[in-house]
């Protein structure tokens, strides 16, 4: 015990050590060790906290520089800021094609111009500007919201205060990427992990003077508001943004076939390490304005971009055991323990082997050289196993046939769909039964696009869980926050954040609540379809009753499969408990439509046969765009029934029976002018 307490004790003094240069180094600008010093330390810290599992939220492996400011003022976004989808390979980048050429009814051999543009690997940012002064700068945040970050954002140099320029709008949001160079990193690495952190640290700093010391750089690349747009492509809008004074990339470009977007890619690969700033892909962007609106967005990322990532990285190292973990919805993914390596700068430890079938495939077992390849931001993964290598007395590796967990029995669902059996083996247990599912149900429900609960990370629930201050969802209304402060690392300041973080996250709308309960094939979209049908949360809690459940088929992208998922979630006390507390602890908003004064409100569509000229996904959003719904089954409920060419004559006949309006996709245009 003396043992331990005195151990104990060494780590807590070095971490005040730590925290005592960090304040010197970024507040005080006087460095009080050398580079090599600070890194001794750093590493007889990581060292204390591998051998005795020690932890502390001003530890350098928690945390990054100095502690960044935590009450920044938050603002909704005009316009989301989102996320990009993923590209690997050509295949990938074909499919994205494919995708837009289908959403907007084109020919297959349509060909598009892009605007391909670096993707700086930064801090991205919102600079509202009106009558051509900067008014405000907002951080990512969720997407919906952001931190206003406005006075660090004016200490950097490439942001222009004021724009005098005749053409630029009346009010607009700038957006770009706040960075740091290479060669201005190699003054301040010893404080940070990356530039990225460094950028990030910075830019939320609650004293302006603090961030003006980093040498922040700022690319501008987009738009998100903006009052009146006269510019036809974004090719023209990179270069309206230096007439205006902001910095962009020199490696922009217009290209239009994708084998040209491939030759770029490897191009830019091939150099870049001699940049002068970090990139991880490229970004290809639909060059049309007008297409970019036609195509809209899905949950979190527009349909008409993609971020090519580069290469992957990749090492050789050793299986030292296999385990397998449970996710949110029951998935059980076998995760290599491998003898830590380093891959692109990162030094990995675990490698994902997906699912049973790839093990049986690859056929791995523990003991086994592999090669690991890691890409972008994606989980590193095994490749290929080396036989040569392989021990004699090597056992195969058996999945196991029950939860890990729980010990319920495993299984692999039926797809009705392929007629074939799912490739992830499942835990059976319903509801909150499994612990591992009961903990990732609980990281699910706090996080960002759910209730979006700072300050209850991943670890924070994982450490909550074991000391049994929650268990389920509606305990997080209802912490102990005395017996939180006597933690290790919890001041008052941390206790009171969390506090005000979980109050407000009490005030949440319906779509968002649907989505934090993690049922499993109910994700945003269809969160919000869901949400949108019932109105009310008690209407929500009534679907207990199956036929309320099987009622929502007629809910144009709601199926069979999201269908059994809800009858299934419905059919569970413990999710039943969870839902009625819940809604008695949370203030839950009723679905509020975006758009209750569109020329099409109150009005329900259903479209039969092919539609000239326009798909069924974009007939869709100009629908919902305009305040309609589009329902899938005719009754009662619909309005309009829009015949395209060949269209279904049960279908239309059905309509003519319960005296349904039909209308050609002509009338549907004027009814949109």
């Not at 740091?180 to 990356?194: G, L, V």
């Not at 967005?297 to 296999?322: E, Q, T």
């Not at 030094?347 to 049986?360: D, M, Q």
Request: aromatic residues 10%; positive net charge; glycine residues 6%.
């Amino acid at each position: 015990m003396k043992k331990s307490f005195s151990n104990k004790d060494k780590y807590l003094k070095k971490i005040k050590q730590i925290q005592k240069y960090n304040k010197f180094y970024f507040q005080g600008n006087s460095p009080k060790i050398t580079d090599q010093e600070y890194d001794k330390l750093k590493k007889e810290i990581e060292n204390l906290e591998k051998e005795f599992n020690f932890s502390h939220q001003d530890s350098p492996s928690n945390s990054v520089g100095y502690t960044p400011a935590k009450n920044f003022k938050k603002f909704p976004h005009r316009v989301k800021m989102l996320s990009l989808s993923n590209a690997f390979n050509k295949d990938d980048l074909k499919n994205f094609e494919k995708r837009v050429v289908n959403y907007l009814n084109l020919q297959k051999n349509h060909q598009f111009e892009y605007s391909v543009e670096p993707k700086i690997d930064g801090i991205s940012a919102s600079l509202t500007y009106k009558s051509g002064k900067f008014e405000k700068g907002l951080s990512r945040g969720n997407g919906e919201e952001g931190e206003d970050i406005t006075e660090n954002l004016r200490t950097i140099g490439d942001i222009p205060l004021e724009i005098k320029n005749p053409d630029f709008p009346e009010d607009i949001d700038i957006r770009g990427e706040v960075f740091i160079q290479n060669d201005d990193f190699e003054n301040i690495k010893s404080e940070f992990a990356n530039p990225r952190n460094a950028a990030s640290g910075s830019l939320r700093q609650k004293d302006p003077k603090k961030t003006s010391l980093i040498p922040l750089k700022f690319i501008a690349y987009t738009f998100g508001f903006i009052s009146k747009n006269k510019i036809k492509n974004q090719s023209e809008y990179l270069e309206k943004l230096k007439i205006w004074g902001f910095k962009t990339s020199d490696l922009n470009k217009k290209i239009s076939k994708i084998d040209e977007l491939i030759a770029y890619h490897s191009e830019i690969e091939k150099i870049r390490y001699q940049l002068k700033y970090d990139l991880d892909g490229i970004v290809y962007k639909i060059n049309d304005l007008n297409l970019q609106k036609r195509l809209g967005n899905v949950a979190n990322a527009p349909r008409w971009a993609i971020a090519h990532k580069f290469s992957a990285s990749s090492s050789v190292s050793i299986i030292k055991d296999i385990e397998i973990q449970v996710g949110r919805t029951g998935a059980l993914t076998p995760v290599a323990k491998i003898k830590p390596v380093n891959i692109g700068g990162v030094v990995v430890s675990n490698a994902t082997l997906h699912n049973e079938e790839e093990i049986i495939r690859k056929d791995i077992r523990i003991g086994d050289t592999v090669k690991i390849e890691r890409a972008g931001d994606v989980i590193p993964h095994v490749i290929s196993v080396d036989i040569k290598k392989r021990e004699k007395k090597s056992k195969k590796f058996i999945f196991p046939k029950k939860c890990p967990s729980c010990g319920s029995n495993t299984a692999k669902e039926f797809n009705q769909q392929t007629k074939k059996y799912d490739a992830v083996r499942r835990c059976t247990s319903e509801g909150f039964v499994c612990d591992k599912i009961a903990i990732e149900k609980l990281k699910h429900f706090v996080s960002k696009d759910a209730l979006n609960i700072e300050g209850l990370g991943k670890k924070v629930i994982e450490q909550f869980w074991e000391l049994k201050f929650i268990k389920y969802p509606f305990d997080v209304f209802n912490l102990d926050y005395k017996k939180i402060s006597n933690l290790d690392g919890w001041g008052d300041l941390s206790v009171k954040n969390l506090r005000n973080s979980i109050e407000k996250a009490k005030f949440i709308k319906l779509e968002k609540f649907v989505f934090s309960l993690g049922i499993r094939h109910i994700g945003q979209e269809n969160a919000k379809l869901i949400a949108e049908n019932v109105k009310k949360a008690n209407s929500f809690f009534d679907l207990k009753n199956k036929n309320l459940i099987k009622e929502l088929i007629s809910i144009d992208g709601i199926g069979e499969t999201q269908i059994n998922s809800l009858l299934n979630f419905f059919s569970n006390n413990i999710n039943l408990m969870v839902i009625e507390k819940l809604i008695k602890v949370l203030n839950i908003q009723d679905y509020n439509r975006t758009n209750t004064k569109g020329k099409l409100n109150k009005k329900t569509f259903m479209f039969t046969g092919k539609l000239e000229n326009i798909s069924r996904a974009e007939a869709k959003n100009l629908v919902e765009n305009n305040g309609g719904k589009v329902i899938s089954s005719i009754s009662k409920k619909l309005n309009f029934l829009i015949i395209g060419e060949k269209p279904t004559n049960r279908k239309v006949e059905l309509a003519k029976k319960n005296n349904i309006k039909l209308i050609k996709l002509d009338d549907f245009k004027k009814m949109l002018n």
